[in-house]
């Protein structure tokens, strides 16, 4: 049984920052691209970063490129978003998501579990 454990997220006033995590556990962790994914009351779900099995491969939606980081520690099962220069607009639900495969995407339908998702609010 796979499972996601996220952690880190809060209120944050614009221009700061914050760390999300993601616990993995439950399949070989090494094995699987990993993915953030947001979302806002009254949007759908969205594409924020995913990162691959191996960690050497990173993407990220064009809003968070150059503010966001997305890295792995597979020794930890975790993987990372580390967020700056926040803007009210990231406000959201975060969610960590595990993928089908090893290749990393930014297709929500291509993955195949989720956490249970953790608050980022960003005051103006």
């Known amino acids: 049984q796979v499972q996601l454990v996220e952690s880190g997220g809060g209120l944050v006033q614009a221009g700061g920052s914050l760390r999300l995590s993601c616990v993995a556990s439950?399949?070989?962790?090494?094995?699987?691209?990993m993915g953030w994914f947001r979302q806002a009351p009254g949007k759908e779900r969205e594409f924020v970063a995913h990162?691959?099995?191996?960690?050497?491969?990173?993407g990220y939606t064009d809003s968070v490129e150059e503010r966001f980081t997305i890295s792995r520690d597979n020794a930890k099962n975790t993987i990372y978003l580390q967020m700056n220069s926040l803007k009210p607009e990231d406000s959201a639900t975060y969610y960590c998501a595990e993928a089908r495969g090893m290749v990393s995407t930014s297709r929500i339908d291509e993955y195949e579990y989720w956490g249970q998702g953790t608050q980022v609010t960003v005051s103006s």
């Open positions: 439950g399949r070989l962790f090494t094995r699987y691209a």
């Open positions: 990162i691959s099995g191996s960690g050497e491969l990173t």
